[in-house]
């Protein structure tokens, strides 16, 4: 079992946010292995969610595991996810699945995409 500390603050925070049912753009950053992203799984473990963690590799390879999270989410029980042509295809589906609930959606490991 993962450990978690000294992070209730900003999981109330988090949860605040989420329960005001608002579109929000939320950015959480600091140093390398400071908890970061268990924060943010602990946040998304009861919610709706894709997550996505962007790789060390090329925008296309990236594009190709962002589609994948991205049907996961939609269409779990799919064998073969089809790839979103452009980074601008893929953000365009993502309000599309919020239509119906709440929906969390993570973008860790930025810097890769960037």
């Known amino acids: 079992m993962e450990k978690f500390y000294c992070r209730e603050e900003e999981l109330r925070k988090l949860n605040a946010r989420y329960e005001n049912e608002e579109f929000e753009c939320l ?11 268990a924060l ?7 919610k709706p969610t894709i997550f996505f963690s962007a790789l060390n590799t090329t925008g296309k390879e990236n594009l190709k595991a962002l589609s994948k999270a991205i049907m996961s989410y939609e269409k779990p029980d799919a064998v073969v996810a089809p790839e979103f042509k452009s980074y ?3 953000s365009a589906q993502t309000p ?7 929906l969390v ?8 995409l960037a």
């Open 40 to 46: 943010i799984n602990k946040f998304c473990a009861d």
């Open 105 to 112: 959606f993570v973008l860790d490991a930025y810097p890769y």
């Open 88 to 90: 601008d295809d893929a």
């Open 27 to 37: 950015i959480i950053y600091g140093r390398r292995r400071v908890g970061k992203t």
């Open 96 to 102: 599309e699945l919020a239509r119906e609930q709440t």
